[in-house]
């Protein structure tokens, strides 16, 4: 039982140590430590997480590592996933809000933000592109074979994004109109 929470204060520590960012842009490390090399979650359980947590207060990370946590070692495992997940992201933010408090006019710490914000986009846009492949095609790689095209799914996503860009729709009156309608088409 030490071995598994050391190894999930390590994994969850990693994640909210290097998730810059945050959001969508951590997604990519958390499907590498949970599903790639760990193992605790299948690829359908870390898109349900995602999906969940979209339906729940707290960040992406915070969510993961708290039902990981819990499945994986209980209560206490829940516990210490959480807290090595986010204890990095306070330090550091303590840190450099005195940071940019007395430095905030130097032009080199502007460009560093500025390729840290660029890497985010590309993060993002990976997890953005597993995530479409999974509820579209229910597999992380794109092929040839079209076979499983999930045509509901295309027809929702397109749907909702369309109601959001176009006419502003709150995404709470989204995610709750598109999970009842999802109750209806996949049952």
Known sequence: MINILITLFLSFWQIGSFSIGGGYAIMPLIQDQMVNKYGWLTIQEFTDIITISQMTPGPLSINAST??????????GAILATFACVITGV???????NFF???NDIEEIANILKGLRSTSIGLIASSASS???IAFLGRTTLSGNLNNLNIFAIIIFSISLFLLR?????????????GFLGLFIYI
């Open 91 to 97: 330090i550091i933010s303590i840190f450099l809000f």
């Open 101 to 103: 408090k007395k430095h």
């Open 67 to 76: 039902f990981v946590g819990l499945r994986i070692a209980g209560i206490l």
């Open 166 to 178: 176009r006419y502003k729709f709150n995404p709470l009156t989204i995610i709750a109109l598109t």
């Open 131 to 133: 995530i479409i492949l």
